[in-house]
């Protein structure tokens, strides 16, 4: 299984719905302290999972989760909610890069924008799928998003 990526008025959707209030959406997670979740609390809120009510932020305080980020509730979202799309408007550069890098399920639907994935010194296996490609380097899938992005990469003439 691979996460997902399709870009709104360029591919063609699969047929599931798109949740765009990633808030809303939020709300109907619950979460688990899988390692996924552990690894986008600690990347992106530089923060620790603690139970599905709370979280401990940057600064040592343990918050309500609905203090989390929407960009992190965006990519929690993605693990969590496999039977929709997950509109991805309101994704930090580090929260998209995280969903890149540890989630391997899911739909993320994002808008024709500029995107910018971090490279990482050494690069990171991934699972990620867009527009029918495959890719497993963190590396490449962060020079088409910046280079090519939201364009079919095996199409020459944009």
């Given at each position: 299984?691979?996460?997902?990526?399709?870009?709104?008025?360029?591919n063609?959707?699969?047929?599931?719905p798109?949740?765009?209030?990633?808030?809303?959406?939020?709300?109907?997670?619950?979460?688990?302290?899988?390692?996924?979740?552990?690894?986008?609390?600690?990347?992106?809120?530089?923060?620790?999972?603690?139970?599905?009510?709370?979280?401990?932020?940057?600064?040592?305080?343990?918050?309500?989760?609905?203090?989390?980020?929407?960009?992190?509730?965006?990519a929690?979202?993605?693990?969590?909610?496999?039977?929709?799309?997950?509109?991805?408007?309101?994704?930090?550069?580090?929260?998209l890069?995280?969903?890149?890098?540890?989630?391997?399920?899911?739909t993320?639907?994002?808008?024709?924008?500029?995107?910018?994935?971090?490279c990482?010194?050494?690069?990171?296996?991934?699972?990620?799928?867009?527009?029918?490609?495959?890719?497993?380097?963190?590396?490449?899938?962060s020079?088409?998003?910046?280079?090519?992005?939201?364009y079919?990469?095996?199409?020459?003439?944009?």
């Amino acid at each position: 299984m691979s996460l997902n990526i399709y870009f709104e008025g360029k591919n063609s959707l699969p047929d599931m719905p798109i949740e765009r209030d990633v808030e809303t959406l939020f709300m109907t997670v619950r979460l688990d302290g899988c390692e996924y979740d552990q690894a986008i609390l600690r990347e992106v809120e530089k923060g620790q999972y603690v139970d599905n009510s709370q979280f401990i932020d940057r600064f040592g305080r343990t918050l309500p989760r609905e203090f989390l980020s929407t960009g992190t509730k965006g990519a929690l979202a993605v693990w969590h909610r496999t039977d929709v799309m997950v509109w991805g408007a309101e994704l930090s550069c580090i929260a998209l890069t995280e969903i890149a890098k540890n989630c391997t399920r899911g739909t993320l639907l994002l808008p024709t924008v500029n995107y910018y994935i971090e490279c990482e010194l050494d690069d990171v296996e991934i699972d990620v799928t867009c527009w029918g490609k495959h890719y497993t380097s963190l590396d490449e899938f962060s020079e088409y998003m910046m280079e090519e992005a939201p364009y079919d990469p095996d199409e020459p003439d944009y």
